[in-house]
């Protein structure tokens, strides 16, 4: 099974500043603190500077530092790879919730609990959004839903990789 670090290692190299960038510039301090501070002391180790240092510098230069790393943690994936469908992909999420018929706000599911969607409705979600969005997107975002909540969206499994059109 894959983990949010596999998939932030197998991210293109664009796609991965995109969520580098996305990371730092997340708004929720409380629950992405801790992965920040742990990044900082990741980019300072491996730049040989002091934390503050690392701190100072601006968000680009920052993403770009967590970027080049294909070797983070499991919460400082996490963090980015939500941070940046949030940030950068919340059509493409809306697109698939509704498809799928789940109830959302703007891409964030807004019900407690979420029915495990079947297959078939899986794959028919898939085959509309695929039609509108680019297929690596969607490839991402699915197999990061799959990772972060791997028994509500069990049935992807079965869909990934997506067959190119």
Known sequence: MSTPARLWKDLAPEKRLAAADAFWRDERS??????RVEAIVIIAKRLNFRGKS??????????????????????????ALIAYHFAAQRPLM??????????????LISAEQVDAPNRATLAAAAE??????????LEIYLRTLLILDGETWKELDTLLPLAKP
Request: aromatic residues 6%; glycine residues 6%; proline residues 5%.
């Open 30 to 35: 409380q629950e992405i603190h801790a992965p």
């Open 54 to 79: 690392v701190q100072a510098l601006p968000v680009e230069k920052r993403a770009k530092y967590l970027a080049q790393m294909t070797d983070i943690s499991e919460s400082i994936a996490t963090h």
């Open 94 to 107: 809306g697109a698939f919730l509704d498809a799928v018929g789940i109830a959302h706000e703007d891409g």
């Open 128 to 137: 509309k959004v695929q039609a509108a969005f680019p297929a690596d997107d």
